[in-house]
Nanobody
């Protein structure tokens, strides 16, 4: 499974960006997927997850109410709509997916929310998001 992330950029505080993660190959249409971010000097943080069906989603408290994750099964793409961005959201954002053999396709987003980055099997390249104050 290959993941291609895009959509980062520079935005003023209060603005919006939409990140995309296009999946291809393997069983990519059945992969549960998440977005992580890493800010300078900080640890990896899982900020949002979505089940393969799209039926369950998870958000970290830091982004709840501002970010929305969704997936387009036909396009095999997961999106992260980021609204009311804050300087604290500045980070490199990565999309990641779970392998459907190691992990049940029925894995819920809530379960994914408690998983560490080491448990994810496939990663996209990072996309930089910079929010100016």
């Amino acid at each position: 499974v290959q993941l291609q992330a895009s959509g980062g950029g520079l935005v003023q505080a209060g603005g919006s960006l939409r990140l995309s993660c296009a999946a291809s190959g393997g069983s990519s249409r059945r992969n549960a997927m998440s977005w992580f971010r890493q800010a300078p000097g900080k640890e990896w943080a899982l900020i949002s997850a979505i089940s393969w069906s799209g039926g369950s989603t998870y958000y970290a408290d830091s982004v709840k109410g501002r970010f929305a994750i969704s997936r387009d099964k036909e396009q095999n793409t997961v999106y992260l709509q980021m609204n009311r961005l804050e300087p604290e959201d500045t980070a490199v954002y990565f999309c990641a997916a779970l392998d459907t053999v190691r992990h049940s396709p029925g894995t819920t987003a809530q379960t994914m929310g408690s998983m560490s980055s080491a448990e994810y099997d496939y990663w996209g390249q990072g996309t930089q998001v910079t929010v100016s104050s």
